[in-house]
């Protein structure tokens, strides 16, 4: 290729790394929570009075060290996540502008999300902490649309008429969406207070029926559809994954073996459940994404396509 870098490349390079920056960083919020290092640094934005940025790494000790380090880890994705957004602001001959102002809404979203953990600590309130937390896995979701926006496979698809035996997937792809996201606030409540456990296992298990049903509906009907197998199977392999942590995770905090576990297994079983059910949110949120865009293409361009699907990815 010649010439300037065209911005869409640059744009979705840097919503990928926006993507995996943010699931890093809700990894390590998980890591501040379940080791109970959320006031390890009692003030807010400076640390023990200081700059946060220049605070000497010789102090980053115990839960200082998960505390400060989720601090400077949300100030990269901010960064990211402005540099994600003048990019899009960069591409202007693109006619979908719509994706600058979806670019400013999560430049909005980080900044609010930064101030609510930052007033968690200061005001010393748990509603907080869990408000911090949907809200993490909303702008997650963002993030990931902005990735599947700025993708080469959406770029190259042309829109017509609908595909025979796609419409009802879009049905399929938002009550498991929907199912998950339900179930991660459950979640999250089970995480900071202890409560609402038999919600949030009800609630996964209707999830994990809902995304079975909906990767077999892929495999099973939309087979030559590389778009669609790809994060079809990925999601099929993080539920079974998800179902044995969330086991793990279980076993681990409300029963008795939880007690003989190592504590370093205690820990791994409740960081990485957490963790691959974000990975599960945002598989399914691209399988939903990709779903709408093929619902509106023809059936000859759905074929036209598919070779720049598989490079897109």
Request: charged content about 10%; some cysteine.
């Given at each position: 290729?010649?010439?300037?870098t065209?911005?869409?490349?640059?744009?979705?390079?840097?919503a990928?790394a926006?993507?995996?920056a943010?699931?890093?960083?809700?990894?390590?919020g998980?890591l501040?929570?379940?080791?109970?290092?959320?006031?390890?640094?009692?003030?807010?934005?400076?640390?023990?009075?200081?700059?946060?940025f220049?605070y000497?790494?010789?102090?980053?000790v115990?839960?200082?060290l998960?505390?400060?380090?989720?601090?400077?880890?949300?100030?990269l994705?901010?960064?990211?996540t402005?540099?994600?957004t003048?990019?899009?602001?960069?591409?202007?001959?693109?006619?979908?502008?719509?994706l600058?102002?979806?670019?400013?809404?999560?430049?909005?979203?980080?900044?609010?999300?930064?101030?609510?953990?930052?007033?968690?600590?200061?005001?010393?309130?748990?509603?907080?902490?869990?408000?911090h937390?949907?809200?993490?896995?909303?702008?997650?979701?963002?993030?990931?649309?902005?990735?599947?926006?700025t993708?080469?496979?959406w770029?190259?698809a042309?829109?017509?008429r609908?595909l025979?035996?796609?419409?009802?997937l879009r049905?399929?792809?938002?009550?498991?969406?929907?199912?998950?996201i339900?179930?991660?606030?459950?979640?999250?409540?089970?995480?900071h207070?202890?409560?609402?456990?038999?919600?949030?296992?009800?609630?996964?298990?209707?999830?994990?029926l809902?995304a079975?049903?909906?990767?077999?509906?892929?495999?099973?009907r939309?087979?030559?559809?590389p778009w669609?197998?790809?994060?079809?199977?990925?999601?099929?392999?993080?539920?079974?994954?998800?179902?044995?942590?969330g086991?793990?995770?279980y076993?681990?905090?409300?029963?008795?073996l939880g007690?003989?576990?190592?504590?370093w297994l205690?820990?791994?079983?409740p960081l990485?459940?957490?963790?691959?059910?974000?990975?599960?949110?945002?598989?399914?949120?691209?399988?939903?994404?990709?779903?709408?865009r093929?619902?509106?293409l023809?059936?000859?361009?759905?074929?036209?396509?598919?070779?720049i699907?598989?490079?897109?990815?």
């Open positions: 290729m010649t010439g300037a065209p911005p869409r490349f640059w744009a979705h390079r840097l990928v926006t993507v995996v943010t699931a890093v960083l809700i990894f390590m998980g501040v929570t379940n080791t109970g290092s959320g006031l390890a640094v009692p003030d807010w934005p400076t640390t023990f009075g200081q700059n946060m220049l000497p790494p010789s102090q980053w115990g839960g200082i998960y505390e400060h380090s989720h601090r400077l880890l949300g100030a994705v901010g960064l990211l402005v540099a994600l003048v990019a899009l602001w960069g591409d202007a001959p693109r006619p979908r502008g719509w600058r102002w979806v670019g400013l809404l999560a430049v909005a979203a980080v900044i609010g999300q930064g101030v609510l953990g930052g007033l968690r600590v200061v005001l010393l309130r748990q509603t907080l902490a869990v408000i937390s949907i809200v993490a896995q909303a702008f997650f979701a963002l993030v990931v649309a902005l990735a599947v926006w993708s080469k496979g770029e190259g042309k829109r017509g609908a025979a035996n796609v419409k009802g049905r399929l792809c938002t009550a498991t969406s929907g199912l998950l339900l179930q991660m606030a459950a979640g999250v409540l089970v995480t207070t202890g409560a609402a456990l038999h919600a949030h296992l009800a609630l996964a298990a209707l999830a994990a809902q079975l049903w909906l990767v077999a509906r892929v495999l099973g939309h087979w030559d559809q669609l197998v790809r994060p079809a199977r990925a999601l099929a392999e993080l539920l079974v994954l998800q179902l044995l942590l086991v793990g995770a076993l681990a905090r409300f029963t008795a007690a003989g576990m190592a504590p205690g820990l791994a079983f990485a459940h957490r963790l691959v059910g974000t990975l599960l949110w945002g598989t399914s949120l691209v399988l939903a994404l990709r779903v709408c093929l619902h509106a023809p059936r000859a361009a759905a074929e036209i396509a598919a070779p699907w598989q490079e897109a990815r």
